[in-house]
């Protein structure tokens, strides 16, 4: 079985503050890659950022990066400089290579403030 | 670029009622996934299909049968809806593991 968890169901940062969202996730593959989706009041889903685990460099793009602990099965998104269109509801997303199952997280709702 | 196609974009039933939400893409992918959102719950899994001619059951599959038609379609079926599958469900289908997704379907069941 495979399990993700977002233990902070909301949060709030002020305009160009960091925050972040944090992720544990579980799986007994070895191959595998985790997601950070961004889901705004559109619905529409977007891909924030991906890691492979297999990558020991943590993935960045842009103002997004995360912080891999492979050992500890973290995958925590930081965001730096926010913006007030960061404002979503942001998910953790696991996927195993072997089996093809993409498994998200409860997600974290982010308002971002002036 | 259509990517993924999800049809109905709302629809509501009754209970006892039946239904299939189609999903097509046009991505080539050989993934595809059913998921529901519902509040506080995140997306959880209904069904997924690793390649043509193969399924498998998610999270929250009771209530629930899926078809892969072909590489490109993957639709969920409904057979007895109940109110308690009133949700918002996405398609996705995924190369490399990176997932696309349909806008969603907003059903209620009253």
């Known amino acids: 079985a495979q399990t993700v968890t977002q233990s902070q169901p909301e949060m709030s940062v002020q305009e160009a503050e960091t925050v972040t969202l944090s992720c544990t996730y579980d799986?007994?593959?070895?191959?595998?890659?985790l997601f950070w989706y961004k889901q705004p009041p559109s619905r529409q889903m977007i891909l924030v950022i991906r890691?492979?685990?297999?990558?020991?460099q943590n993935a960045t793009e842009n103002r997004f990066s995360v912080n891999f602990q492979k050992a500890a099965k973290s995958f925590s998104l930081k965001i730096s400089d926010s913006q007030l269109g960061d404002t979503a509801m942001y998910f953790c997303?696991?996927?195993?290579?072997?089996?093809?199952?993409?498994?998200f997280g409860t997600g974290t709702r982010l308002q971002v403030t002036l | 670029n259509a990517g993924v196609t999800q049809t109905p974009k709302f629809q509501v039933l009754k209970t006892g009622q039946s239904m299939t939400l189609q999903c097509a893409q046009d991505?080539?992918?050989?993934?595809m996934y059913w998921y529901r959102q519902d509040p506080g719950m995140g997306l959880r899994l209904i069904y997924y299909?690793?390649?043509?001619?193969?399924?498998d059951k998610g999270e929250v599959p009771n209530g629930y049968n899926v078809s892969r038609l072909n590489k490109r379609e993957f639709s969920l079926r409904l057979e007895s809806a109940a109110p308690s599958q009133t949700s918002v469900y996405f398609c996705?289908?995924?190369?490399?593991?990176?997932?696309?997704f349909g806008q969603g379907t907003r059903l209620t069941v009253v």
């Open positions: 996705a289908s995924s190369e490399r593991a990176e997932a696309f």
């Open positions: 799986t007994s593959e070895n191959n595998y890659y």
């Open positions: 890691q492979e685990a297999y990558k020991q």
């Open positions: 997303a696991l996927h195993t290579g072997t089996a093809s199952k993409l498994t």
């Open positions: 991505m080539n992918h050989n993934s």
């Open positions: 299909s690793a390649s043509e001619g193969t399924t």
